[in-house]
Nanobody, 120 residues
Framework: QVQLVESGGGLVQPGGSLRLSCVASGSIFRINTMGWYRQAPGEQRELVANIMYSGSTNYADSVKGRFTISRDYAKNTVDLRMNTLKSEDTAVYYC??????????????WGQGTQVTVSS
C-alpha cells in the first residue's frame, strides 16, 4: 500500500509565499510523475504543476513564473513553492503520484488535500 501525506497549507496575504510538501511512503518501487492539483469551491480539480521522473516539469499557465515544483527522488517527496500568491490561488491542493509498486502494479495515488487561503 502506498500513501501520500501533504503539509504546508495555510492562510497567507496576497503577494505572500507558501511551500507545500508531500511525502510518499509504502511499497514503492518507483514513482513516475509527481504533481500538485487544486480544487476551488464549485470548480473542477485542475493540474497546477507536475514533474516527471526525468525531471521535466509542466505548469498551469496561471502559475507560470510564480510557482516552482521540485522533487527529491531519494526521499520520495515533492514540493511546491508558491510565490506572489493571489486570491484566485485559494483552493484545496492535492498531491498526486503515479507509482510502480514493489509488486509491479501501477497505481495513481492522491493525498488528503491541504487548504491554501490567500486573503487579506
Amino acid at each position: 500500500q502506498v500513501q501520500l501525506v501533504e503539509s504546508g497549507g495555510g492562510l497567507v496575504q496576497p503577494g505572500g509565499s507558501l511551500r507545500l510538501s508531500c511525502v510518499a511512503s509504502g511499497s514503492i518501487f518507483r514513482i513516475n510523475t509527481m504533481g500538485w492539483y487544486r480544487q476551488a469551491p464549485g470548480e473542477q480539480r485542475e493540474l497546477v504543476a507536475n514533474i516527471m521522473y526525468s525531471g521535466s516539469t509542466n505548469y498551469a499557465d496561471s502559475v507560470k513564473g510564480r510557482f516552482t515544483i521540485s522533487r527529491d527522488y531519494a526521499k520520495n517527496t515533492v514540493d511546491l513553492r508558491m510565490n506572489t500568491l493571489k486570491s484566485e490561488d485559494t483552493a484545496v491542493y492535492y498531491c498526486n503520484a503515479d507509482v510502480i509498486t514493489v509488486t509491479t502494479s501501477r497505481v495513481t495515488i492522491w493525498g488528503q488535500g491541504t487548504q491554501v487561503t490567500v486573503s487579506s
